[in-house]
């Protein structure tokens, strides 16, 4: 490949790059060889504030670069503009016998940026929804357990096992089971497991089915 076929194939590649990827894709074309490694093509120069001839970097520097920078490829590396853009920003080296050109990809993200913290800004909460509605539910829970301790008539130390089935079966008529966390909130005041509490509730069931049999 001539240098000018590997100029005119990487011209056309970063034709396609920034139109493919808008306005905010600056793509350009440089040629390393030359100490003050110049643009050759540039699309999208507005990114950057450069045009052809110009010799200065994405950062704003104009230098010349080691060996080992002149023919490195650089992919995908975080950059800031003297303007203040942030960019990511890409190079490629194509080397022929007679050439070094590069071509460099560097994308403007700033405005994706802001757009970000507009979106972090949209899905911020100040509290869990089913957490807050839970802390009204706990109350609207005691307040039902409370009523239904007093129907049984006696304190939670002194309740039998009959006392404590008679008490889960005015809950659960109560549809206070209906409620999140229910069976955790009704296993502590009660000073069971949580497996005795749904056994309970089994029992309960099982009662209520009986007694429909038996008046059929």
């Known amino acids: ?59 704003g520097n104009s230098r010349e670069l080691d060996d080992d920078a002149l023919k490195t490829d650089f992919v995908n590396l975080y950059a800031t503009t003297p303007s203040g853009k942030q960019i990511k920003s890409s190079t490629f080296h194509l080397i022929g016998e007679d050439y070094n050109l590069a071509l460099g990809i560097n994308f403007d993200f700033t405005a994706l940026t802001f757009a970000n913290r507009i979106l972090l800004d949209l899905m911020s909460a100040d509290a869990d929804l089913q957490s807050a509605m839970w802390r009204g539910g706990e109350d609207r ?25 008679r008490l889960v079966a005015l809950l659960d008529q109560k549809a206070a089971f209906s409620f999140r966390k229910s069976v955790p909130y009704v296993s502590r005041r009660l000073g069971v497991s949580r497996y005795t509490v749904y056994k309970y509730l089994n029992e309960v069931e099982q009662h209520r089915e009986e007694s429909k049999h038996d008046s059929e």
């Open 1 to 59: 490949m001539t240098r000018d076929e590997a100029f005119e194939f990487l011209d056309r590649t970063a034709r396609g790059i920034a139109e493919t990827f808008g306005s905010s894709c600056e793509t350009l074309v440089h040629d390393m060889g030359l100490p003050s490694h110049p643009i050759l093509s540039i699309y999208n120069g507005h990114v950057s504030g450069r045009e052809v001839g110009s010799t200065v970097d994405i950062l």
């Open 141 to 165: 829970l005691a307040d039902l357990f409370d009523q239904c301790l007093t129907a049984v008539g006696k304190p939670v130390n002194a309740l039998t096992k009959a006392d404590r089935l």
